[in-house]
């Protein structure tokens, strides 16, 4: 191959991209949370903290750990379906399945002791009109 054309294939080979399934290491799609734990970590703990102790400062977090409040499974799949105050709803952001898993997490650990797991059916009746 003579030098000429080496150099233009060369050069049209790196006037495009590549064309990879997803850039760098995670990729250009969110992670999807699988478990109560990843859910808490990615979308509760910015606010609610690491240890579920809330916080204040620019706006008030409540404490979620030795909550009496989430005893009542009811209680905290509203606030996170429906939101109150400056949290958010989640419903449109979270599954049913997700919901019940990180109310089942929420309520089992930061010393709470409420060892009935939510399902997601449970989530899905308060989801009703």
Known sequence: MNRPIL?????????????????????????VPKTGEEVYVMMCQSCHMAGGKGAVGAAAFPALANNPRLGT????????????????????TLTPTQVAQVVTYMRTHFGNNFPDPVTPAEVEAMRKP
């Not at 050069?11 to 064309?19: R, T």
């Not at 499974?73 to 449109?92: H, Q, V």
Request: net charge neutral; glycine share 14%; proline share 16%.
């Open 73 to 92: 499974a009811a209680y905290p799949i509203y606030i996170i379906e429906k939101g109150k105050g400056g949290m958010p709803w989640f419903r449109d």
């Open 7 to 31: 150099l233009a294939t060369t050069l049209a080979a790196l006037a495009f991209p590549a064309l990879a399934d997803e850039p760098g290491p995670g990729g250009s799609k969110p992670p």
